[in-house]
């Protein structure tokens, strides 16, 4: 399937389509379009392209044994090995980058791709897992598709585990007055190499919230892309991430409020323990030309909890309107409180359970949004088991 580039805010100059924003990436469905990154260009800098095997130039991929898994409660539709041809798939996005495109291209050649529909009018009690699971040869494209109907209301988990080199496209599609929470966990072994790209679009007075957690791994690079359909949608993106030795974990959001009165919240937190452990993260957030009443911000904070860590933090904000609600954004990265510390150690506390601790309550606020209580537990559970390691 090709598609003819498109830029996310265009103006015209002459008889030529110009971008006005620096953060404008064109996009296509043909894998052409794009050339092999180098990681010369300004998106893939921080990646470590020799570690990505083969993801970013499609060489070395085989029919691998990633299996896909789904449950989900009765009134809830789950299509799974939809063929690449449904006309549904690819209507909410353009890839933006090669290993996007190459995922659309090729997914059908492995598990197909698998589709949540959420009927209208429905508000589902119980979440919608889909869990994906991979072996030591489990290399393969994927690609999901959850659209939730006017006015109903939902929360899916997407689970990655097990070792795989995988590459996959999420659309997250809401309608008016549509609710979706996702809680998107990965969960990979150390030898895993992972690359996603999570497209949503937001309809009028829609309200997405996602989660990101990134705990496992080799590289995991996660790009969340959000744009709006129209006014009142409202989209919350949350991410946490404990990276260790020689992770390379990578989030890279994206909101385009593309149209007037529309609201984002973008909220990630990093840890970084062990040698060559690194950690990254990219806020671009777009408020476009005669847009009006937007409300925005975006935070990123990472502790170094050792020597021998790396972080890149890079929030990005670009207006083209003064008619603005709020915009702001901030980046914090340092060590852990030392006056945190003493005050716990001066009551008697051992500094490894200090240590323990504080960094609970740094994951807590994040941790403790997630609604589902058996998920919420083993995810605190793991970060305490990688501090253990790491100390």
Partial sequence: MASPNLGIQEHSHGNVELPISKLDVHGSFDVDDFPVP?????????????????LHDGRNIADGAVKVETRAPAEV?????????????????????????????????????????????????????ITTSGSEHGDAYGHTLVRVERHASATVVLEYNGSAVYADNVEFILDEGARLTVVSLQDWETDAVHVSHQYTKV????????????????????????????PGGDAELHGLYFTGDNQHHEHRSLIDHNVSNTRSRVNYKGAL??????????????????????????YN?????????????????????GEVEGAGHASASGRLDEIHLFYLRSRGIPEDEARRLVIRGYFAELINRIEIPELRDRIM??????????E
């Fill in 203 to 230: 309809g009028r007075d829609a309200r997405f919230k996602s989660h990101v957690v990134t705990l496992g791994g080799d590289l995991v690079r996660l790009s969340p892309k959000v744009g709006y359909t129209a």
């Fill in 38 to 54: 180098t990681g010369r260009e300004e998106e893939w800098r921080f990646t470590p392209l020799r570690r990505l095997r083969g």
């Fill in 381 to 390: 559970d793991e970060v305490e088991e990688k501090l253990a390691r790491h």
């Fill in 301 to 321: 904070r990472n502790l170094a909890l050792t020597d021998g860590t790396r972080v890149d933090s890079v929030p990005n904000l670009e207006i083209f309107t």
């Fill in 77 to 129: 539709t789950v299509e799974t090995g939809v063929a690449s041809g449904d006309p549904r798939l690819g209507t909410s996005f353009l890839p933006t980058d090669r290993v996007s495109a190459l995922a659309y291209r090729d997914f059908g050649r492995f598990n197909g791709a698998t589709v949540v529909t959420v009927p209208k009018d429905t508000e589902v009690a119980e979440p919608v897992f």
């Fill in 273 to 298: 323990s062990g040698e060559g452990a690194h950690g990254v993260w990219i806020g671009d957030v777009i408020i476009g030309e005669g847009t009006e009443g937007t409300d925005s911000y975006e």
